[in-house]
């Protein structure tokens, strides 16, 4: 066989670059990225225990033991959470109906023991804060709702040395920031597994808020569980602190566990 030639060589070279590079794939949307987080895989229903730690600006600690469960309907979920400790809360609870239609508000009901009443909690008081917490009842649910927000793609940032996608979130309507108390969002979402491990939040003026924190997160039954979550108050220097343990997944939940009179009937 004869040997190339440099000649040859040089326009064997040439016709290689004039070949068509392959297609870079564009990246997600905004949009696209929150309904992978809203669509991630998180079984049909869950029962977990919940410790929540409320630090105010002085370090003091006020410690609060709950007991939740989730049960999905098709792409609807209900969520039920029961206070069991301290006793002056025991056995306060929060029912919540999350519809995947966006033209459906969602339904939430507090159940107050000491006044033996169910409150409704109407869309203009999902962003009031649940029960002294960081978390407004809005918070308390799995994701935000997409239909509030218009959802832009900022780009890709390191977030605890894991990969993520920046995403903000604009409230559709000066109806909606005043319904839920923020004016934006950031989401950072691990681009390996569709979860968020952070969200900043700016309120109704525009100002630094708050923000939450993921700190740590495990598999369990094969599915991305968070463990322990943090959200702060930049402006009040208040902490809430929630960690999740005793998490089981698929169990069969009753529906008739999911209602408003078990919200007064208690965990049992």
């Not at 990246?27 to 929540?52: F, K």
């Not at 890709?156 to 559709?172: L, N």
């Not at 960690?243 to 965990?267: C, I, M, P, V, W």
Request: aromatic letters at 10%; glycine letters at 6%.
């Amino acid at each position: 066989m004869k040997a190339w030639k440099p000649l040859s060589l040089l326009v064997f070279a040439i016709c290689l670059n004039l070949l068509p590079s392959p297609p870079l794939q564009a990246a997600p949307s905004g949009l696209e990225i929150m309904r992978a987080v809203d669509g991630r895989e998180d079984g049909d229903d869950l029962r977990q225990a919940m410790t929540q730690t409320l630090i105010d600006r002085n370090g003091n600690r006020r410690v609060r033991h709950m007991i939740s469960f989730r049960k999905d309907y098709g792409k609807d979920k209900r969520l039920i959470s029961f206070f069991t400790e301290p006793a002056n809360i025991r056995d306060t609870a929060l029912l919540t109906f999350d519809y995947d239609d966006p033209d459906r508000d969602d339904d939430q009901w507090l159940y107050l023991p000491a006044l033996k009443k169910v409150r409704r909690i109407s869309a203009a008081d999902r962003g009031d804060y649940f029960m002294g917490t960081d978390f407004t009842f809005e918070d308390m649910k799995q994701t935000p709702e997409l239909g509030d927000y218009h959802w832009k793609l900022l780009g890709s940032e390191i977030i605890d040395g894991q990969e993520c996608w920046k995403v903000e979130g604009v409230p559709v309507s000066q109806d909606v920031v005043r319904e839920l108390g923020y004016s934006r969002m950031i989401q950072h979402v691990r681009k390996d597994n569709d979860f968020t491990i952070r969200v900043d939040y700016w309120d109704r003026a525009g100002r630094e808020l708050k923000h939450l924190r993921v700190l740590e997160l495990r598999r369990i039954q094969g599915i991305w569980s968070a463990v322990r979550i943090e959200m702060e108050n930049v402006q009040t220097k208040h902490r809430t602190l929630i960690e999740l343990a005793d998490q089981h997944y698929n169990t069969g939940l009753k529906d008739s566990l999911f209602t408003k009179r078990a919200l007064k009937r208690g965990y049992r």
